[in-house]
């Protein structure tokens, strides 16, 4: 639609262009002079020019034979073929220029001739003076003038142009009845003066009686006088002219200086034949034949005629200012119309333009309507997408929560199977059958184990837990570590297991425990599928920058379906890659994580090559993915290959032993745990977090072992109460899960857990932790023991230094007060009997009884060094009932009695 607007805009513009180029040279008309020399031709050209000034549609090409009629007849062939549309001609010579100018006139072009005539009568108009009477006037002014009696000589024009016979028949009509005129001599001076001066040199001083020279035009007069002059100076021989020219150089000012006698008045005629031109053109009426008159100027008129050209000349030149000025203001309006034409059309594009710009508003108005439509359905689609993608990401979340909720259910029972199986293995059983089963059973649990553990990688690769925790190592000794383990079955089942490498090193940056992973499964795989004296190799190289590492069997190999499905997830090929479908796929992620690719290659019967190739340097590693140098980089689930702690000797229980919690709310593994610890510690249990947490405040346990994910309340909630209670926050709590990604490690530690054991756990580690922590415990005991005061830097929490400081304070603001007992004290701090037993017993390694009692004897010590005081006195001061009782007391602890003490230190 806008486009359409730009083309009527096109159009007006080019039609305003096309009217302003309408009124410019209508009509070309071509003027062909014979000569253009002289003055009386030069008013013609003036004259035409004034006229044609009326018709500015109309141009003028004007062409100057020179005089030379064959130079006339081409330029009217160039006007003819330029395209004029009318002919102006003053033919030099009649017959030399009939055939062309009847020829433009039989081509339809109109053709006015001027001055002189053609032989023929096809032309349009004739404009000129009449030739025929100029002759005769002049002849009969002669016979005037001469009285009827005197000798004559003519001086004609070109003889074969018109003027010059016509003038000469009418000269010699009118003298024809005069015989006293006698006619000397006719001259040809071809209109030229200095061809007529010639001429009459020749023949003047031939007539030294000659009384008049007619010369048919000005110019040939003016050199008859001069001719006169120089021949006969003492004479005065009349000459009479032709055409009455005004102006300075003119024949009219000769007539009026006397120079010549008289002139007949021939008019140029070149205001008629323009007008007569326009006419024809503008098929206006008009006369063919134009005749001018003629007049005879001499003394008697020259006055007033010169008076009346003069003013005519004068006006002339006024009409030219006037012209000039009206050419200026021509082209002052030309110029505006311009404008005007400029500004009409920028009138008219800008309504245009702000049609289409109102247009385009409109239209604009509307798409935005249809887009804010569009996008209210998007917006609605989107929400709907969100809404679909939200339950999507549920689903997956429920479905990741099931995978790991299903996960800790497999590792629970494990850890119930390989628990009590490598207890069972550790008992010197006499029975080899029975190991052997057991051993069966242990190798089967472990396998086991690790498909979760594989199924755990899995869940934590797409919820994008899990991190590259790169270090530089050593690969060569890397792959020769992991070869290893598969030594002795290589041996036993004759297979040529090998690694082929020129490399002794070459440090390479990878994750340990996930190259671990995948070499393992590619070597269990090679292991599973070749058979017995078969062939194993690993190949190492580094090509360019990176290490390619080629395990290379000769089993059953791969089919070109099992090559395509190696790594997808659960492909459950039928030769080399038989097996869950999960170990090749999460190698795959583990190698990919590194930048690295794995490639399987083979042919069904000849053996099967997978390639992992790894880059070379840090450069494809994010600074995340570099393992921090001081953390441990393995994963802190317990290894069942941990080194194997001594046994010790199973003992009786006793009442003084350590009591340890355990909330747990599988009995199977309660039950395991408890049979394992019951032999060293006193063991009660809780099933579910909120009874765990009433026995921990009821019993205050030396040491609590809870689950995390429990019935109730959970672990962490469960050890973050404990550690944030004055009455527990001491006891140690190691936090039993099978959630083991270091975030819940770390969730673990922040709830302020002493130990974090991730399930299945070694039943040693177990033992050992427990140990362990009571050890640290005790030492912790050792240093404040006896003083009642924490040391600063003794590794308690904040929570208990401010307890025990409260308690010292509690008694020494109290120690003059016999009735201060334990269950006073602990009224005050909020703690029954057994808790503030059992704290301070944890902390100090004695009941609080003891502490009054260290403290009562510390401030009689004090006491004691002043003689002052007496023995009843520093007794009441202490607390004690009476100075026997203190006496007693004091000779128990001291070995000597207080006076005695007091005699040694004074
Ligand atoms: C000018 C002229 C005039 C004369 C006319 C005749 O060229 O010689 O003086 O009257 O031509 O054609």
Redesign the pocket.
């Known amino acids: 639609m806008p486009m359409r607007f730009v083309l009527i805009a096109f159009l007006l513009l080019t039609l305003f262009a096309g009217c302003a180029e309408k009124q410019r040279e209508n009509y070309v008309i071509g003027f062909s002079q014979?000569?253009g020399d002289?003055e009386?031709?030069r008013a013609m050209l003036d004259g035409m020019e004034r006229e044609l000034a009326f018709h500015n549609n109309t141009k003028l090409i004007f062409k100057d034979a020179h005089a030379n009629s064959a130079v006339q007849v081409k330029q009217i062939e160039e006007l003819l073929q330029s395209g004029i549309h009318l002919l102006i001609v003053?033919p030099n010579e009649s017959d030399p220029l009939t055939p062309v100018i009847e020829k433009v006139f039989r081509k339809g072009i109109p053709v006015v001739v001027v001055?002189?005539r053609t032989s023929s009568p096809y032309y349009t108009a004739y404009v000129g003076?009449d030739?025929y009477q100029v002759g005769k006037t002049v002849g009969e002014y002669i016979v005037t003038l001469l009285r009827g009696e005197g000798k004559i000589i003519e001086i004609t024009?070109l003889p074969r142009?018109s003027?010059?016979s016509d003038r000469h028949r009418g000269l010699v009509d009118a003298l024809a009845g005069q015989p006293g005129i006698r006619r000397m001599a006719t001259l040809n001076g071809q209109?030229e003066k200095e061809i007529a001066k010639k001429q009459l040199r020749e023949t003047l001083p031939r007539f030294p009686d000659l009384d008049l020279i007619f010369a048919?035009?000005?110019?040939m007069a003016m050199g008859a006088r001069e001719v006169c002059n120089e021949v006969f100076p003492d004479r005065k021989i009349r000459v009479i002219g032709?055409?009455g020219l005004p102006g300075q150089f003119g024949d009219i000012q000769m007539v009026y200086d006397g120079h010549i006698t008289a002139t007949a008045l021939?008019p140029t005629g070149g205001e008629e034949a323009a007008r007569i031109a326009m006419n024809i053109l503008q098929k206006q009426p008009y006369q063919k034949e134009n005749l001018l008159q003629t007049a005879i100027i001499d003394s008697s008129n020259v006055r007033m005629i010169k008076m009346q050209t003069d003013k005519m000349i004068s006006q002339q030149n006024d009409i030219e200012r006037q012209q000039a000025r009206i050419d200026e203001q021509l082209e002052i309006y030309q110029t505006q119309r311009g404008l005007l034409y400029v500004m009409t059309g920028l009138f008219i594009v800008s309504i245009i333009l702000g049609s289409v710009a109102l247009y385009s508003l409109i239209e604009n108005k509307k798409i935005n309507r249809e887009l804010n439509s569009k996008n209210q359905e998007i917006l609605v689609q989107r929400n709907r997408i969100q809404d679909i993608a939200e339950k999507a990401q549920e689903a997956t979340e429920s479905k990741f929560r099931f995978f790991t909720n299903i996960s800790h259910e497999f590792r629970t029972p494990l850890t119930l199977i390989l628990g009590p199986v490598e207890e069972l293995l550790k008992q010197k059983n006499e029975n080899p059958a029975a190991r052997k089963n057991l051993s069966l059973v242990q190798k089967n649990a472990k396998r086991l184990l690790w498909l979760v553990n594989q199924l755990m990688d899995f869940r934590k690769i797409e919820s994008g837990k899990i991190r590259v925790q790169a270090s530089g190592s050593d690969i060569v000794a890397f792959i020769r570590e992991l070869m290893l383990p598969f030594d002795q079955v290589a041996r036993k089942r004759r297979i040529d297991f090998r690694l082929i490498t020129t490399l002794p090193s070459l440090e390479v940056w990878f994750d340990r425990d996930m190259m671990d992973k995948v070499f393992f499964n590619l070597l269990s795989n090679a292991f599973k599928f070749t058979s017995d004296w078969g062939r194993i190799h690993i190949h190492l190289s580094r090509i360019s920058d990176h290490v390619v590492i080629k395990v290379q069997d000769n089993g059953s190999g791969l089919s070109e379906t099992d090559i395509a499905g190696a790594f997808e997830m659960f492909y459950q090929g039928k030769n080399s890659i038989k097996g869950t479908g999960l170990g090749l796929p999460l190698s795959r992620e583990f190698v990919e994580l590194h930048q690295g690719t794995i490639i399987a290659d083979g042919k069904k019967d000849e053996g099967a090559t997978f390639t992992v190739t790894l880059p070379l340097g840090t450069a494809h590693l994010r600074p995340e993915d570099i393992a921090d140098p001081v953390a441990d980089p393995v994963d802190r689930s317990v290894d069942w290959t941990i080194a194997e702690t001594e046994e010790r000797p199973a003992t009786a229980v006793q009442k003084d032993q350590p009591a340890v919690l355990l909330i747990e709310d599988n009995e199977d593994l309660l039950g395991f745990m408890a049979g394992l610890l019951q032999n060293h510690y006193q063991v009660s249990t809780a099933t579910d977090g909120l009874a765990g947490l009433d026995q921990c405040f009821e019993t205050v346990p030396d040491l609590i072992v809870c689950d995390v994910m429990l019935p109730g309340m959970d672990g962490l909630q469960i050890t973050s109460t404990l550690k944030a209670d004055l009455r527990t926050s001491h006891i140690p709590v190691i936090l039993l899960t099978a959630r083991n990604t270091p975030e819940q490690q770390v969730e673990g530690m922040q709830a302020r857990a002493d130990m974090y054991l991730t399930k299945p756990f070694s039943p040693q580690f177990l033992q050992e932790s427990i140990r362990s922590l009571l050890a640290n415990r005790q030492l912790l005991r050792s240093a404040q023991i006896g003083r009642g005061m924490p040391d600063a830097e003794a590794g308690l929490s904040r929570l208990d230094k401010k307890f025990l400081n409260e308690l010292r304070a509690l008694i020494v603001s109290r120690l003059d007060d016999p009735g201060l007992t334990v269950e006073s004290l602990g009224k005050e701090l909020g703690l029954s009997r057994v808790q503030l037993f059992r704290k301070t017993k944890a902390l100090l390694g004695g009941g609080a009884n003891d502490l009054i009692l260290n403290l009562r004897l510390e401030k009689a010590c004090s006491l004691l060094l002043n003689p002052d005081l007496t023995m009843a006195e520093i007794a009441d001061q202490t607390g004690f009932t009476s100075q026997s009782y203190f006496s007693t007391v004091f000779k128990n602890r001291f070995g000597v009695s207080p006076k005695d003490w007091r005699f040694v230190k004074s």
């Not at 048919?216 to 110019?219: G, R, Y």
């Open positions: 014979c000569t002289d009386w031709r003053s001055d002189r003076g030739n024009g142009s003027p010059a209109w048919q035009n000005e110019v032709v055409d021939y």
